[in-house]
């Protein structure tokens, strides 16, 4: 029903900045929670950010809170995380994903659709 397909990844040095994007389909978007997870190399899938289908109750993990803003525009059906002050442990595949009801959730299990990924290096 949702299809969601991630870009803006990129090679870039810390201390910079980066912006994805989550193009997603399907009319059913603007009502669906939004959420950013990332899995670095040899670890396990990590919240990262999410928000909820209005723009509000947005939320972060601890380790990105005051670098990352998460955003969503629902007429471009597109949800951004934009990424500053790039840290190399922040290196890892982002993926956007979709959760039916609108609340937003820290837990991966909350959401049913998934991007296929986009890949983030942040070199030192």
């Known amino acids: 029903q949702v299809q969601l397909v991630e870009s803006g990844g990129g090679l870039v040095q810390a201390g910079g900045s980066l912006r994805l994007s989550c193009a997603a389909s399907?009319?059913?978007?603007?009502?669906?929670?939004m959420g950013w997870f990332r899995q670095a190399p040899g670890k396990e899938r990590e919240f990262v950010a999410t928000?909820?289908?209005?723009?509000?109750?947005?939320f972060y993990a601890g380790s990105v809170k005051g670098r990352f803003t998460i955003s969503r525009d629902n007429a471009q059906n597109t949800v951004y995380l934009q990424m500053n002050s790039l840290k190399p442990e922040d290196t890892a595949v982002y993926y956007c994903?979709?959760?039916?009801?609108?609340?937003?959730?820290?837990?991966?299990?909350?959401?049913?659709?998934w991007g296929q990924g986009t890949q983030v290096t942040v070199s030192s």
């Open positions: 994903a979709a959760r039916p009801l609108s609340m937003p959730s820290t837990s991966e299990y909350s959401y049913d659709y």
């Open positions: 399907g009319r059913t978007f603007s009502m669906y929670a």
């Open positions: 928000i909820r289908w209005s723009g509000g109750n947005i």
